[in-house]
């Protein structure tokens, strides 16, 4: 059904007054666990937005790939013998099968384990068993793997998107490439991915993390009070309500980043970063204001639009060793209306000495990685939402829960009205436009409100 034609059947009754609900900062907590909602995310959030696929230092050389998906499709990431990156579907065109079964790997063919049509490493067909025998008038050309219909690139950053008739990437991330280039333009080269990414399953609905990575500050002080006990981050970095050190952006083209900074003319911190990696940063990239963001920065989290989201902090593993910087790239790769894949990459600077790279990795896994100490209290407490989601309870009195923190009288603080960026920026951690954010474009593209893919 094309999208001119598509009317809202089947739609779950609790979502018919969200619209307000949402103005006063209220959710129906069941779009964290139905399977009905879930099945009109794959259609109209999954393959109509803009989903991220992997960094291009993944697969560096010609035949690199790596297997990924859009919702629950499966896609083969992949540098073709030309040097260019595709994003093809991880199916055979004869009879269906995954040609692809190796998570990662070089290749210049794939080879159907079914009936062993094979493949160049663009996609091409070029090999048909008893082809003289039973498909002498095949075209071969006309049968090639699919691929996603739209891919771009943005600091190395691979999106894609299954809507042939969708906007440009560019379009799409609209403003917001003013917080991306903060975490991504830092030096000439970049930043670059450190080793693979790790994979955990978590009976949590995707949106949760999302969210969370949207400016919920707040959480900080009870969820992670062991981590703030034990001395590893800066209790600056930690969220505390009020002014000093919290900076939200929300309603950014959909999208939201939290800041956690030191005041205006305080110390030079850069996450944390060591000399050798600062002394690479590139003021030229980088608005005079954007810098001094940088600068001053001490955890930078943010979403971009469904469910690729980053963390860029510095902290340290252990209190008797300095603390390091480190970028965190992931993905919430729903796997059901209750369960999700979280995917996380570790980044660092491409200038960054190998053992700083080394450093950053080991910070990283120690803090957010699987069993890291922050992830580990988000993952214990999250599946507590989606088991009240999927209440009997909450479908026979249409529960609510609460996302009214520093909406209109509820805080004392106002948006900057003379901030420089982009998005509506407020100078406290007491606040959750970010969420509110969120879950606005969700309720868009889920009720057809004429959001733009």
């Not at 982009?422 to 970010?434: D, F, H, K, Q």
Request: proline residues 5%.
């Amino acid at each position: 059904m094309s999208k001119s034609t598509e009317t809202n059947t089947g739609v779950p009754d609790f979502l018919a007054n969200m619209a307000d609900d949402l103005e006063k900062g209220l959710l129906p907590i069941q779009v964290f666990n139905n399977q009905q909602v879930y099945d009109l995310e794959l259609r109209r959030i999954f393959a109509r937005s803009w989903v991220y696929i992997g960094h291009e230092s993944e697969i560096p050389n010609c035949g690199d790939y790596a297997t990924r998906y859009i919702g629950e499709d499966p896609f083969i990431f992949i540098r073709d013998d030309e040097g260019v990156v595709r994003v093809l579907l991880n199916s055979c065109r004869h009879r269906g099968a995954q040609v692809c079964r190796a998570s990662a790997g070089n290749t210049t063919h794939f080879a159907c384990p079914f009936h062993g049509w094979t493949y160049k490493n663009n996609g091409q067909l070029v090999s048909v068993p008893a082809r003289s025998q039973g498909y002498r008038e095949l075209k071969t050309s006309e049968w090639g793997l699919f691929a996603a219909p739209k891919v771009a690139s943005y600091c190395g950053l691979v999106f894609a998107n299954l809507d042939p008739d969708a906007i440009p990437f560019e379009q799409y991330i609209g403003q917001y490439h003013w917080y991306l280039d903060m975490q991504f333009k830092l030096t000439a080269g970049g930043m670059e991915v450190i080793g693979e990414p790790q994979r955990w399953v978590v009976d949590a609905n995707w949106k949760q993390g999302a969210e969370n990575f949207c400016g919920d500050s707040s959480h900080t002080q009870m969820t992670h009070r062991s981590a703030l006990d034990a001395g590893i981050v800066r209790a600056a970095a930690a969220g505390a309500p009020g002014r000093n050190y919290g900076l939200h952006v929300h309603g950014c083209d959909g999208h939201a980043i939290s800041i956690r900074q030191m005041e205006e003319g305080g110390e030079s911190v850069f996450w944390d970063y060591p000399e050798e990696v600062t002394s690479q940063f590139d003021s030229g990239g980088l608005s005079e204001v954007q810098l001094d963001l940088a600068r001053r920065a001490l955890v930078h989290n943010g979403t971009v639009f469904p469910n690729f989201s980053f963390l860029h902090f510095g902290l340290t593993d252990s209190p008797s060793k300095p603390a390091a910087g480190y970028l965190s790239i992931r993905v919430w790769q729903p796997k059901g209306p209750g369960k999700i894949e979280i995917w996380n990459w570790i980044m660092a600077p491409k200038e960054a000495s190998e053992s700083y790279k080394e450093r950053a990795f080991e910070v990283g896994m120690s803090s957010f990685g699987p069993s890291g100490s922050f992830e580990q209290d988000d993952v214990a407490v999250w599946p507590g939402v989606t088991r009240s989601a999927a209440t009997v309870f909450a479908e026979m009195n249409n529960v609510k829960v609460n996302y009214q923190m520093g909406l209109g009288g509820m805080g004392d603080v106002q948006p900057i009205a003379d901030w420089p960026g982009p998005g509506v920026a407020v100078l406290s951690n007491a606040g959750e436009g970010g969420l509110r954010t969120f879950h606005q474009t969700w309720y868009d593209r889920i009720m057809l409100n004429g959001t733009k893919s």
